[in-house]
């Protein structure tokens, strides 16, 4: 099983700023990806949340449960703690992924507090970055059962 | 609709520290609230809430129904990079409110992540802020109307 | 008497960035902030100096003859330590002003010097500024009364 | 009655970094401070929650009801600024508590914004430091009676 | 076409520290990336240099002739603006890669001086992050083929 | 045995500042930590020393002698990388102590160099900290016991 | 028309520092630049003063017509926002002119509030700055009469 | 001759935050170091600004006619660089004096702009101050006669 | 002679972002150059080089040989310290040249590491800096001459 | 009875680096000052220590005993923050003095730790500041005698 | 063999400011330690190169053929993270060697990005410092080879 | 006579964390150096001190008295300035030591605030920098004899 985590204001993808985050409604993203990783062999389970705790609660639930996270944060990249904290928690492969490429955006936007925990980002894609972070979901887990026990 | 929002802590005006915040309680400030908006022939909706998920999911739900906000999101105004965005994406009147002047407090309440994406500021006047702020929404839906489609 | 006082370049409103500061004219806001004084029963004075050092002379003028004074201090808002002197040594209601929202320009103006000073800070409502500003003096005035010697 | 609170990821005590935060679970630090407050007379109410708001209503619901709060709030030690205001509007004894030493630990831990409005802090005992904290609110409560109205 | 390039220290992959690199060779990446390039219907072209100057001179020679950039600039990366000024220039499509998660690692790696100017980014997953990165660019080159002129 | 240290100007206890500091002597603290240490089955050696240079000598004396270390370093708590290097040269028990909550006074008094060596901090309890550091002792040498060579 | 503006302390050139500022006295340079003015077909008019609200009104009376504007305003360049703002609301051609190089003086010197809103620097030639500012206004209005309406 | 300066709102001594300032008028200053300069065989010349171009032409007008300037330049000494640069072009003695003691106050008063150009500095003795400037001018006085051509 | 330099991506000019650079290509502003410089009866030398390294040869090569260095070295400007000290070890006159005005551009173009050690800059004003950094050598050289040996 | 404190290193005036201390020995420094003390009706007790311990204690023992302290504590100024506090214990006349003129020297002299909790401050007087400091006490024994229980 | 590289503008040592590098030249240094080299019975290839990317594959080319590399890298040792990262790569002995002691230049010359992964620095002894790193090398080789495999 | 010394905690070497400092004992170290010294007709003397005081005062009896002075200060590097201030009043050959590369551990061991004022620095040869630092002072010696008078 993989987790599609997405952050606050995501809902309103396809409505809000198309020019930064592109066409694509959330729900269109989610299916998309959810084809890609059917087409992996992997099923998708998703969650948007507005709020921070809700998101840290997803990862605990997906402990010995989901293979692997990818997740959207939205803002809370930028400030969200705990949420560093939760994923820190989770021993399965983890991806963080932007819409848009945060470092040509505002300054608060540079840094993210999830980065130094995941395994590897993928920033700027708009909704091409979906399957890409399938891709690569796909690959961490195959390198994974290579390594072995 | 004015859809009048307050941040964590708010509920607690009339009890917590007199001399920064002034002696009325949260419904007093919202009835004077409610009062002004009548007069000036505007319905008043009020939410209260510590979450800052909540008040991001009250500004997506302001979207196409209400025509300003006003918003005294306490010390969420500091660090809610969330509620910044919620409020990007939001196309009506928006205005910053605050009871105390922050200014005047310690440094960390000197910055607000709020200010970049609102039409304006009212600080610092207790509570004649609510009627004041009200008396701007008035004020800045006339331009619009004004400037016409 | 209520002061308004102008820092410098602002004798050019109406003419300089409109899109920034409005179309209005300084005698436009002067005469619109007199009236909306007189409707509220009282006199208004104003002065439109370049110079800080009339500014802080006005100030001075103003102790002990006018019950409040409003400042749009333009560009001297973020470094004129002096004015902030001379606003700290006035015991009258204080409101700082600002046509635009000086939050969502350069970085230089985020910092007010003034704000630690006044009672009240009203910025971004452009025009409309002036009559809230006249509003918040009223009510301040008021609240003063009210409390009592 | 003294509240015990715990912020986000705590719930994975005993399962999530022993080498940083002992193996001991939630349940049995809960039950030792529970068993540390009845030998000093003191019932014990118990929360944890991973969003900020949770503790921060958990707060103003301890306001004249509970003596004493004993705050472990996880990463929202670091940038809750409402969590701050909630503590700092609460009247009663107040002790940030945490398991691990975050002075020793990722630089963005060595900042509490909780710090400057607690009466102290014990870090750095792992299991240890719940029925310190314990010890430490009964001696609290005492002075407060000695120092009488 | 393609052109991937490779900045300095990075001849020696598969020899310098795997725990962080990874063990596949230089050669090993490129054979693979030019497999995957070849399946999208892509040639590549490759380029490894110690040298700023010389990448300089690829990004150049690259304009109206190659359709996309994949760049893995090494130490480089974190300050070399000419680098930032070459890439600026160029219109095509333009992925920054990292083989490993830079956010993880020395704080003098958590700033790329790229970022600014590229498309997109694809860091931390080592070998895998090649074939991700001709996925992108065949999906990037595919919206702007759709776009239209 | 037990060594508990204080660092410059506490040899003035009961007479600085007794609003930060408490009324309680430092003979008083002294006399207060022996009985508790003492009720621990625990001897105490004491030093008062203004200079950094016999802290550290003290602490070199407690090498392969003393079980404990309780420190009040004062003002040195601030600066003194002397007495930090002494103390990581120390392997047994290690607590740092404050009478006042340093986080709530000047913001030089905000980090310790201390901290990052020591096992944990027990801070703004005046002069309940030092029973309460004894009890901290006593459960540390316990685990370190219980956990065996 | 030109207009050449310099800011306080210039009066005293010739006289304070020639290692830093050259011989030539203001009234030298004044003369020069009158001629090198006059060969351009130019007319050239002065004002020296040390009172950035001087400089301001100077700029204001130049709107609407003086084809440009050099200016060297001694320490003024490196604080006085309002001296900013007044070149901003001026169309016309705009040149900031040092004697020294302010890069190799003290820090404070190192950055110009100024150079945001000029078309152009000219730092470090002393005497020989004059000239070459006027040679700098020339070209620059042949391009924009080039350039047409 | 000595030339006495003050800055901005000086003229409020006396009447402005005595406890600050002290309840002497700048009045009685200027009177008692009149006659202590008396005393010391000095005659005194004295202005009070509020604008820093006053002040800085003061200075230029003492230029080879006064001895010795003493300077309480107010809030401006924290900005006005311009005025450092006057008193840099000034050979006599040159006394930074200031009332209370800035080191004690808001952070922004704690640099001084005009420290490194003068001979030494006198703060915190309030009206007692005075005096003691116009002792140091006498002794430096001294000094330099003694030091000869 | 007199050696005008080029940095990197200064090959692209007339093709790379006219707006900031004009339209001119760098053979036409090197002719321009010479035929201004042979009017001064002066002959060019040029080189554009991406490499820092033939920059720094090229300063070398001209010791003992050019009267003069015109350098716009593009990005390297910014952190290139070996250039930096290539300029220093030369003793010719040294003219700092950019096309754009960089303190209206991004923060990192705000500092120059070669200011330090040149003459004079000329910045903004586009394909006539050339002209007048040739001017400014003339005089420079006049002067030199003037002053003997 | 007024206590001399000397700082490490001023054993050496007369000695070190004239053109900064002057040539005056430490004996004739405090012999003068004694005379002056004397003359005042002041008895003076003197000590030069190098350690900040020996400053301390001196500081205790005057307690209670001496009127005033003047303290020149040479390097120790700028980091030693127990001699603060042991400043700030003492509830006598505080007189900070300086032979020469920190702001004028090596950045890090620029900040005082012990300005905050001085009376006063007197820097840049070389030999002369002695005497001034003794007048400075004299004046500030009288006003406190003036103003009486 | 022992590799010796010295970065940009070293080839001009002699001639280049004197009173900071010493008057040997380049060849004389290089002469002297192979010479110390010989007599530690080892041999010395040496590169000098202006090209950071030059001495990059240098260091490559010094992978299991040379026992030891001594680096004297002139400004790059201030910002060559490409230099910094093939000296990581590198295994056998390294010195970081400086002429001068750039502790006491300008504050860029401050930070090494070099020094992080050296055996150990030899700075500020001029042509000695050669000889000096020679003998520092023969030691280090004699301490691996006694450590044994 | 060449003085060594030894600054805080350096008397537990052999005990210390033997990865960081090596296995040589103080008095080993003190051994060799001695050897080191006799074999090059120097005599040698030592210190070790945890008293900064103790260190200043060893420095002021080294003057006029030895030729030399080798210290590695410990922990006091880092913030020592009144021991800068000792070494700044020597004016013998002065050499910094330390046995570890500062560079490669915490960040507050980056800066030296005694390197501004030595001859030159050796860092990080563990015990072997003890006779290399012999060699460098016989070397310095024989430079200064050969400068002569």
């Known amino acids: 099983m993989v987790l599609l985590l997405h952050g606050p204001n995501l809902?309103?993808?396809?409505?809000?700023?198309?020019?930064?985050?592109?066409?694509?409604?959330l729900d269109d993203l989610v299916a998309a990806t959810g084809a890609a990783a059917a087409?992996?062999?992997?099923a998708l389970e998703h969650l948007q949340a507005n709020a921070e705790a809700d998101l840290v609660a997803a990862i605990h639930g997906a402990r010995h449960r989901c293979a692997a996270i990818v997740?959207?944060?939205?803002?809370?990249?930028?400030?969200a703690w705990s949420l560093h904290?939760?994923?820190?928690?989770?021993?399965?492969?983890?991806?963080?992924?932007h819409l848009?490429?945060?470092?040509?955006?505002?300054?608060w936007r540079h840094v993210s507090v999830l980065a130094p925990v995941v395994d590897g980002t993928?920033?700027?894609?708009?909704?091409?970055?979906?399957?890409?972070?399938?891709?690569?979901?796909?690959?961490?887990?195959d390198r994974r059962r290579t390594a072995g026990p």
């Open 122 to 141: 993928i920033a700027g894609f708009k909704a091409d970055g979906y399957p890409l972070a399938i891709g690569a979901v796909e690959r961490l887990l």
């Open 39 to 42: 087409e992996a062999g992997l």
């Open 11 to 25: 809902n309103l993808l396809g409505e809000r700023d198309p020019s930064t985050y592109g066409t694509a409604t």
């Open 100 to 107: 848009s490429n945060p470092a040509a955006r505002e300054p």
């Open 85 to 97: 904290d939760a994923l820190a928690s989770y021993d399965g492969v983890k991806i963080e992924l």
């Open 71 to 79: 997740v959207n944060a939205g803002a809370l990249t930028h400030y």
